[in-house]
C-alpha cells in the first residue's frame, strides 16, 4: 500500500513531464535569389539559416528524434528541409540549434504562381515553420511525445 501511495504521489509531482518549449532566435538569408538579365537563376538556390533554441522543463532528459524546417506561401508547401538528429537534450537545460535549409529555386518558381509579379511588384510572402518530434522517458516507466511546431 505504501509503494502505491508513493508511486501516485510521485507520478503527480516529479514525474509529471511537460513539453519542451521551442523558440526561434533568428532567421537569415545565407544566399538569396541570383538574377541574370531580369530572371531567376534557377542554377542557385536559396539557403536559409535558421537559430533555435529548445528548453526543457523535465526532471529527465529530452531526446529529440527529428527537426523539419518548411518554407509555406499560401497554402502550398514550398519546401521541406528534414534535418535528421538524434540530440538529446539535458534535464532543465536549453540547447540552442542551428539549421540550414535551402528553397530550391525551381520548386518555388513551380508552386508559387505569378512569382516574378509579387517579386517585382509588392515582395513575396514566405512562412517559415519548425517542427521537432521526441520523447521524454523518465526510469522507462513514464514517457510523453512531444511534437513542438512553431510559425
Sequence with gaps: MLIAVTF???????FHLHNPKLTVDSIS???????VRGKVNTNRNVTVSVQISLHNP???SFKVRYVRLFFRHGE???TGE???RSETIPAKQTVKMSLTAEIV??????SVPGFMDDLNGRGVELKSSVEIRGIVKIMKISKKSAHLMID
Excluded at 501516485?8 to 516529479?14: E, R
Excluded at 529555386?105 to 513551380?110: D, E, F, G, R, S
Design 29 to 35: 538569408f545565407i544566399q538569396g535569389l541570383e538574377f
Design 82 to 84: 528534414s534535418i535528421q
Design 58 to 60: 523535465n526532471p529527465a
Design 105 to 110: 529555386t525551381t520548386k518555388l518558381l513551380a
Design 76 to 78: 502550398s508547401v514550398v
Design 8 to 14: 501516485i504521489v510521485l507520478s503527480l509531482t516529479v
